[in-house]
């Protein structure tokens, strides 16, 4: 029956998801948690709780018992772009909820059980209050729901772990140019696929921990979204556009009775990524690092992730195409204007505290400074009306981040 309630609660926490959630590596979280949130997004080989099943399954081998965790970030990106040839407008899809439920329960000294679920990827800008002859009222929204039971095997020294996923993910375009309007109702399309993650730990010794772990692709296809605004500008844009896969390694050690650091190494892959790698979309490295200290009944940590902007710039001008036939432009205006997921670095920090002997209050805060991204449109600013003699024409967004995080955990 406790099972039952915690399922339905996560389902229940699932219908709220933000349907416009941006993230800080390309389109993902860098962690779900307040405690891996404030290490930086580091937690491939630090066991924080039942939120450790997304950042690595095997680490519920860890676990003491039973455990619920319940978290919500206030995720608040400030994007601004010039539009096509325009004064810069801010992004009205600047202040996103996304909650994340996670439990666990060890059945014996080898085998601990979990489920979770939380709102982990997705991206969106909302320029439909901005001046449409520059703006075009574009809209984008891509959210990405993820739930994950888990089984984990432990011993003394090490542990592995496997986690069937199933993901949901609802994507919706929208726009107005001088040939008409795409999507004006602005409805989305949604899918839902399977993939699965696996990872280990190894303990060589009492202070160290060493671990690694895979995040497998999932496909997803959003209805006809992509095809239908590529053929507003005279493109032919497939429709897949799958949640990538990743490669994650981390290591923490315990410095003292009291002091803790961690670092991870992420490995996203678009470039394999069916949708993205037509985008134009690199492999993205990511690093992290975190410390925490903990105390009598408290904690205080702070991070730092840093990764490489996956988005290539291509050739926007004299009918330039990409490898994969598109308009260099056009698909630079695509990436620039409506799918900005160009933040490179962030600072985090938080901290937690015990209410009970049961329970824990744990929050963390996230910025990621501004970056700057021009790329070249020259060819749909023509397509768009723009004189030929005021060519290159350049499109520019500017794009900073905070997120607030707050999470509640019961061990049992």
Known sequence: MKMKKIVVSMFVAGVVVSPAAFATNGDTMIAVGSQNTALGGTGVAHFVGAE????NPALLGMSKGDEVTGGLVIFQPDVKNDGMGGVSSKSAADNNFI????????????LTYGIAMAGIAGMGVDYTGANPMTHMQAKTTLSILKIIPTIAYNTESYGVGFSPVLQYGSLAISYTTPGGATNPGHNASTDTNLGFNVGGYFNPSSAVTLAAAYNSKISMKYGTQLSVAGTGFGQTFADQLDQP???KVGVSLNASENFLVTMDYRQIQWSSAGGYREFGWKDQDVVAIGAKYSGDGYWLGAGFNSANNPITQFNGTGGATTPW???????????????????KNSYTFGGGMAMSEHTDFEGSIMYAPK?????????????????LGGAPYFNTTTHSQVAVSISLRHKF
């Open 52 to 55: 450790s099943a997304f950042a």
């Open 99 to 110: 909650p994340d439920v996670s439990y666990s329960t060890r059945s014996n000294e080898n």
């Open 245 to 247: 896969a990743e490669v």
């Open 325 to 343: 036939g598109n308009n260099g432009g056009t698909v630079n205006m695509f990436n620039n204007l409506m799918f900005p997921a160009t933040i």
């Open 371 to 387: 970056v700057t991204t021009m790329v070249d449109v020259t060819d749909p600013m023509v397509g768009f009306g723009a004189p």
